[in-house]
DNA sequence: TCCAATGTTCGATCTGCATCGTACTGTTTG
DNA sequence: CAAACAGTACGATGCAGATCGAACATTGGA
């Protein structure tokens, strides 16, 4: 069970995040591993998430998660496992994966107070 | 004193919100304005941030910015006042502001502990 | 040993966005 | 009213990054 090099997480900075949490996929990616907790396995997302990208273009998106410093994978057999950096990325950046739960792109239509104009 | 229209607070998304900080220079700006409070529109901050782009640059990046909440224009006779939505953003996303004070680009090298394989 | 399955790497393409210059709007002042 | 100033709007350009397909590892099993 490898480990796949990942950045320590005082070496992460917030630029870097930022860039890699702004793309829409990375965010689906981020969200999916958050909602069904621990492990994904790399085609596996794309079913669950439904999203219609390459294999080639998923793994390049790992990537740059990965060197974000949000994610870490491990090698299992023909297999790599993914999951969150859950404890390390609250402890860098406190607050940051709960801000990225609470909105999806079309929910929070609830209770939207007068003061539209 | 006219306000600049700018969303209501809790219809702002986080997708929008890390779309907007992840450009360096819109990032430079929003540290700007937490370090410095309220500055003008023009180039009085082209030269405290020491940003070297043009003023209709500036001004589409200022326009990024208040769609996605972060910021507030007023307009005071031919100059714009720009300012942090500090408490708003603060409430919609706690700890967001805090995140973007802590990182700057190459600080932060304090200490590294030995895991870094 | 050979084959199938899973991911990565590489090169090419294409799209979105940052940037710029110019023209335009609105405001203050002479 | 005209001129100067501050900022916006718009069209054009260039580049970074998202995407894809194909070739290349690596592992597990027949």
Redesign the pocket.
Known sequence: MTEVIEPAIETVTIDVVL?ALA?P?RLTLVRALDAAGDWT???DVLQETGL?????????????LRDAGMIR?RVN????LVTLRYAEVEQRFPGLLTMLRGDGPSRCAAKAPSSTA
């Open positions: 860039s793309d996929v396995c790399g085609s219609t990208i390459g294999k080639s273009t998923l793994s390049h998106h790992i990537k740059v994978t057999g023909t297999r790599r």
